[in-house]
């Protein structure tokens, strides 16, 4: 009873070391099925098929060691090939980013890419096929061939041999470089446009599809698991078996506060076994309350690394931390050694530290030998003292058949080195073994479900069924851009820039008083410069009006991919404000007058008209007048507020000696816009719908929080660029005083451009 007691007392505390709980909401729920109304319709590029053959096929010969069989095999094809994928691939998922973007529906591009995982595998296994096809008939051909002596016969037949003994590790090795290639496609060329698109809880992380699982024929494998996770018993009397090591884990996570903790968090306790099923949530693999848990492998280090804890410990003690920071790393060390303690008393009652040990230490080693013997047999030599007994008695038939280079003193010098391990180097081992436990946890429940996602896909590739699924708009096409339909579409809606200059008419006259031309001034330090990068935002210019400038950006219908004319106004705009502001400074060394702007950006529903004057085509829409608007600085307000404040440049108020009128509520507001960028609450609403933009909360004084909006912007030649929003209220002022005499319910919307802005935000990353 004592000791019950003890244990309770001592019970570590673990809801201080901030665990995070798994769960990534993947399904295909909401999509329509086939036609035959079980399965979802796929159509892929055929341009994929073919590359991906071509890749396939090379691969198998190189990983397969066989290219002297294949005369026209050189690696250079095998790189070029692999490139070639690359490229339609990535083409191929950015038609299912951009489809699910323009369906406001994200288990598209999820359907596009577990499809490419289907049609990788499929053709892995197609092309191991055809590899040893090619071969076996070579065999035949040797025998015949009067070119070919006894000893070429004797290596077509141990390379076939060779093949389909190693037939797992050929097509894992394929795989793994293919998935990369996948995975690399995802996290360098397409994370940052689904980041615009969708909120972090709708993005596949990258290890998702970079699973290595999925890169083999059998996750049993020893060769397999020894290499990327640990080795695991497969019987079920032994006593690491990925059960029986899953059940130790749990009895004793059981033993601390993190069973309350579960009860305790909102995301367990909103999701039930019916809400699993029915939204397929993957959260919890056979829903124990510690899954979620064990697959954050992140919080194997929170749980377990006191070393880590201890070096920061002693770092943060050593430059002279605050009392509190240094009083919770010793918490984290406390309640860490003591957890870390406990399952290595467990696991070394069980006899299982030595397994762990050898886990580790056998993988320098245990290739010698393999074959004849087998990784697990090699486990057991280092473990078992038996085992050494019997391996050794037949060494001399060992020597016999493979010669003096089979030598089992690195395996004895392996014996040495785990027999004199210390407590420490042991308790390190069991931290590392817990972590690739978790990491395959993980990575076989996303396999599970990522098969299972595959069993309900269709890919189709007989044109017959293409069309009937097309017809009945039950199909989902992932394609190429030279293979969709190309057509001119209307304009569906557009947005207007209108970038004004303030004092042009001072510049003029101080300029032509110096005998220097005002004209080519504005030309070089303006108009030539913002001209010289529309293109990187699809952005064309209207006219230009004396001082000002007039740009566009059009929305097609059904152009899901230029849908982004609010974005890519409000980085024009920034970018534009950029160039003025570089141009200043080196006009301020030649003693030269500065420019400052004005910017105002507006979004109209609908086209613009047009009328041409012979082949000058002029806009007209209502979009222009009110950028005119937001462009502009009351003289009133200039002289009062300028420089009041140096991370922003847009004040709006609303006169408060004029009375209340719905018909021209603008009439009445008084604008301070030096070097800034105004956007309209309708821009502001659009520019929402195409973005993922991000509340951040800056604290600009004592008592004053500004609102921040933040998201990534796709440019048109492919890069990206980050906004910022703020987001402020308009109150009323006596223009005369400034005094401020209340809040009204109005806002108005600022595009940032000052650095301090981007540098707090990327901090709060």
């Known amino acids: ?36 109304n079980i399965n979802f319709d796929v159509h892929i590029s055929p341009q994929v098929y073919t590359a991906l053959k071509k890749t396939a096929s090379l691969l198998m ?44 529906e994200v288990q598209i591009d999820f359907l596009s890419q577990i499809a490419l995982v289907k049609l990788f595998l499929e053709e892995i296994k197609a092309q191991y096929k055809g590899l040893v096809s090619q071969l076996e008939p070579l065999v035949r051909i040797y025998q015949l061939s009067e070119k070919h002596d006894q000893s070429d016969i004797f290596m077509i037949k141990d390379k076939l041999a060779e093949i ?46 970079a699973n290595p699982l999925l890169n083999t024929n059998n996750p049993n494998d020893d060769f397999f698991l020894i290499e990327e996770y640990v080795l695991l018993g497969q019987r079920s009397e032994d006593l690491d078996n990925y059960t029986s090591v899953k059940s130790i884990i749990y009895e004793l996570f059981a ?23 029915k939204n397929n949530l993957l959260l919890f693999v056979e829903n124990n309350e510690f899954d979620s848990y064990l697959m954050e492998q992140d919080n194997i280090y929170r749980m377990f690394d006191c070393f880590h ?28 050694k003591y957890l870390l303690n406990l399952f290595y008393r467990r696991f070394k009652k069980l006899h299982l530290i030595r397994l762990v040990i050898a886990d580790f230490e056998m993988k320098s080693v245990y290739e010698k030998y393999c074959p004849p013997m087998t990784p697990r047999q090699i486990r057991e030599f280092l473990v078992n003292f038996w085992s050494r007994l019997s391996i050794r008695a037949q060494q001399k038939r060992l020597k016999s058949l493979y010669g003096e280079e089979f030598d089992i003193e690195p395996l004895l010098q392996t014996v040495k080195r785990i027999k004199g391990c210390s407590s420490r180097e ?97 030309s070089l330090n303006f108009f030539d410069p913002i001209s010289a990068v529309l293109f990187e935002y699809n952005a064309s210019k209207e006219f230009i009006e004396g001082d000002a400038i007039i740009l566009s950006l059009f929305e097609n219908e059904d152009a899901s991919q230029n849908s982004y004319s609010v974005a890519r106004a409000c980085g024009l705009a920034t ?72 991370l922003f440049n847009l004040f709006v108020f609303k006169n408060a000696a004029e009375g209340e009128s719905e018909d021209s509520v603008d009439d009445f507001i008084l604008r301070y816009n030096v070097n800034g960028i105004e956007l309209s609450e309708d821009s502001f609403n659009k520019l929402a719908k195409e973005i993922n933009l991000k509340m951040v909360l800056y604290p600009a004084g004592k008592n004053e929080i500004i609102r921040l909006y933040t998201g990534i912007v796709p440019l048109a030649n492919g890069n990206y660029q980050r906004i910022a929003i703020r987001e402020a209220a308009i109150y009323k002022v006596k223009p005369e005083t400034m005094n401020l005499t209340g809040e009204t319910s109005q806002k108005y919307y600022e595009v940032c451009t000052h650095e301090e802005i981007y540098d707090f935000i990327d901090n709060q990353s």
């Open 61 to 104: 010969i190189k990983h397969s060691r066989s290219e002297n069989f294949f005369n026209d095999y050189k690696r250079d094809y095998c790189e070029i090939e692999k490139e070639t994928l690359r490229r339609v691939c990535n083409d191929v998922l950015l038609d299912g980013i951009n489809r699910a973007k323009s369906s406001s």
């Open 164 to 209: 389909k003994l190693h037939h797992n590790q050929i097509i894992s090795l394929v795989g793994k470089e293919l998935f990369e290639l996948m995975a690399d496609i995802n996290t360098r060329k397409l994370r940052n446009l689904r980041e615009t698109h969708f909120p972090p809880c709708d993005i596949l992380p990258d290890y998702y599809i």
């Open 575 to 646: 970018r534009i404000l950029q160039i003025v502001h570089n141009y200043n400074e080196k006009n301020k060394e030649n003693n030269l007058p500065i420019l400052e702007l004005g910017v105002g950006i507006c979004y109209s529903e609908g086209p613009p008209s047009f009328l041409f004057d012979g082949d000058s085509r002029i806009m007209i829409s209502p979009a222009i007048n009110l950028a005119d608007r937001l462009s502009s600085c009351d003289k009133k307000m200039r002289n009062r507020l300028k420089n009041q404040n140096p």
């Open 426 to 522: 042991k308790k390190q081992f069991l931290l590392m073994y817990l972590k690739q436990f978790s990491r395959y946890h993980r990575d076989l429940y996303n396999f599970r479900t990522i098969k299972d996602a595959m069993d309900s896909i269709n890919l189709l590739t007989e044109e017959k069924i293409i069309l009937l699924s097309r017809e009945n708009r039950s199909l989902f096409e992932f394609l190429l851009p030279d293979e969709r339909v190309k057509e001119e579409k209307p304009i569906a809606n557009h947005v207007i820039i209108k970038a004004d200059i303030r004092g042009s008419m001072d510049i003029n006259h101080t300029m032509r008083n110096r005998g220097l031309n005002p004209a080519s001034y504005f």
């Open 255 to 277: 033993q601390t506060d993190l069973a309350s903790k579960n009860k305790e968090d909102d995301n367990y306790a909103n999701v039930s076994e019916g809400n699993i099923q």
């Open 309 to 336: 804890s201890r070096e920061l410990y002693d770092k943060a003690k050593k430059e002279k931390e605050p009392e509190d920071i240094l009083e919770k790393l010793k918490e984290r060390i406390k309640a860490q």
């Open 1 to 36: 009873m004592f000791n019950s007691f003890e244990s309770l007392r001592k019970a570590p505390i673990l809801k201080n070391l901030d665990l995070k709980s798994y769960h990534i909401a993947y399904s295909l729920d909401r999509l329509v099925l086939g036609v035959d």
